[in-house]
């Protein structure tokens, strides 16, 4: 069984550039969530995505957007990046649409660093 | 207000020093208390779910509990490898079935 994979590891970006990270879902689930976390932080919930279809979504801008694929990988996209997007993304999968109980597991994550 | 506080913030160990770790959340409709372990720069390793009070769950050292308003992890004779941020995350009915996470309780265990 393959686990949450995302890409890339690192990334640099300056102010005002735009931003994709990617994560490949574990092998049976259908269910997409990000979260960001900041230092020293617990993870913050940007939006889920079920079935292609946006799910939910926290308390983040629009230009922070997102796209899930039939094969139920998923992108993260970040636009007009700001100095304070600097953070941890993480994907978390989970089977069951988001209003079960399931349980979510997460990626290792990808470090965004805006100068 | 924040709906799941977690503490102490930092706990210092001495390897075989058993102690607990708390998570209080003031929502209601409670669907499934979560706890992860996370090691600085990786994504959280899930641990336990509960999902009603009296509910109880072990692996290894760590064993967590669950009450009407809070949950404990206590961890048995810890040792150095034990040590990471451990995390935990609620959801309940009004959070759309995702997670809110508390800050983490960042734990360190000496040999």
């Known amino acids: 069984e393959t686990g949450v994979t995302q890409s890339p590891t690192h990334l640099i970006k300056t102010r005002g550039q735009q931003v994709t990270l990617r994560c490949s879902s574990q092998?049976?689930?259908?269910?997409v969530s990000w979260y960001q976390q900041a230092l020293g932080q617990g993870p913050q919930f940007i939006f889920q995505y079920y079935r292609e279809e946006e799910n939910g979504r926290g308390n983040f801008p629009p230009r922070f957007s997102g796209l899930q694929f039939p094969n139920y990988s998923s992108e993260l996209n970040v636009n007009a990046l700001e100095l304070d997007d600097s953070a941890l993304y993480l994907c978390?999968?989970?089977?069951?649409?988001?209003?079960?109980?399931?349980?979510?597991?997460f990626g290792p994550g990808t470090r965004l660093t805006v100068l | 207000e924040d709906q799941v506080t977690q503490s102490p913030e930092a706990l210092r160990l001495q390897e075989g020093e058993s102690s607990s770790l708390n998570c209080s959340y003031t929502?209601?409709?409670?669907?499934?208390l979560f706890w992860y372990r996370q090691d600085p720069g990786k994504g959280p390793e899930f641990l336990f779910t509960l999902y009603s009070a009296g509910e109880e769950k072990e692996k290894e050292r760590l064993k967590a509990t669950l009450t009407k308003k809070e949950s404990f992890l206590h961890i048995t004779a810890p040792k150095p490898e034990d040590s990471a941020t451990y995390l935990c995350a609620v959801r309940y009915g009004g959070s759309q079935g995702n997670l809110i996470f508390g800050k983490g309780t960042k734990l360190s265990v000496k040999p």
């Open positions: 092998s049976g689930h259908n269910t």
């Open positions: 978390a999968s989970s089977l069951g649409g988001g209003i079960s109980t399931d349980t979510q597991y």
């Open positions: 929502v209601s409709g409670l669907r499934g």
